[in-house]
């Protein structure tokens, strides 16, 4: 849900990036953070276990600049995609306006792209939100794994309909700008009051 | 002090906040709040509308205001922990009265030309997200 301000002359937005465990929302993120400008960037937080698992979220704010006599932020978030931390995982996708959908490109690890979507899904029908009129693309993260899931399974798996993929080395940085990109450019492009 | 929303964006601050990240403080308190509200419906509770957290020199007082915001208080007096608790809750008081009466979004949205803002800040995406 934007959150708009008139007294401060501030829109900010939420994006966040989901899937299942150790499929590279926190590289995307990180990889988002080292890449932008120092002046647009606000400090990157990490919730970590010990192990260095997403306990909570990532996060850090992108102050776009002004558009209209209003300053434009988006705040990007990540969500733990371990199941134990499934309660964690809807608690941060409250107010969401655009996910980033981050699969594993493992073909082992359909099932639990499958289920990761679902998971998300759910969570956001906890707060009435209909997975499919939310800004949202589809990572296929991994591409340089041996014999990567085809482009289109997931798309089939879950009937997703016109929703922009993109394919990834997130460790690389291949294809992460053009994810964020396209995912803020939706959340805009839909944007009303 | 600083007045948060739900969603981890500051409202307003109050007092000397120059040494606080306020953006990273309103988001990791409202995760925190979060957090708390999904214990205390485990427990049984509605909610946990008061949270406390103790430090060495510094300690926060996280209250509610309505339902969609919050009232974070840092001091350094733990004696004065009664106080805080007292004047946060005559405050939150005003608070929700002043939100309730507010137009934020009509105003707004009297302002706002979208397809404009929309040409603007799809410019400011080109420029900011480039591979």
Known sequence: MPYLSYSNREITLKVAYCGPAMSGKTTNLSYVHRALRPEVKGELFTLNTDQERTLFFDFFPV???QAQGYQLRFNLYTVPGQKNYEANSRLVLEGVDGIVFVADSQPERLGDNIESYRIVQNNLVSFDVDINSLPAVLQYNKRDCKDPLPVGTLEKELGLNKIPVFEAVAVKGTGVMETIRRVT???IERFQI | ML??????I??????????LNTTAMAALV???????????RIVGEP???????QGEKKHIHISLVGEQTMLVVIFEDQNRIGMIRLYARRVAGALVQSMAASTEIEQVSGELLLPKFREYALALIDRIFQA
């Open chain 1, 185 to 187: 450019q939706i959340v």
């Open chain 2, 30 to 40: 409202a995760g925190m709040f979060s957090a708390t509200k999904e214990v205390a």
């Open chain 1, 63 to 65: 102050e776009m600049g």
């Open chain 2, 3 to 8: 007045l948060i929303t739900r969603q981890g």
């Open chain 2, 10 to 19: 500051t409202i307003a601050v109050a007092g000397d906040t120059s040494y």
């Open chain 2, 47 to 53: 909610q946990f509308s008061i949270l406390l957290q």
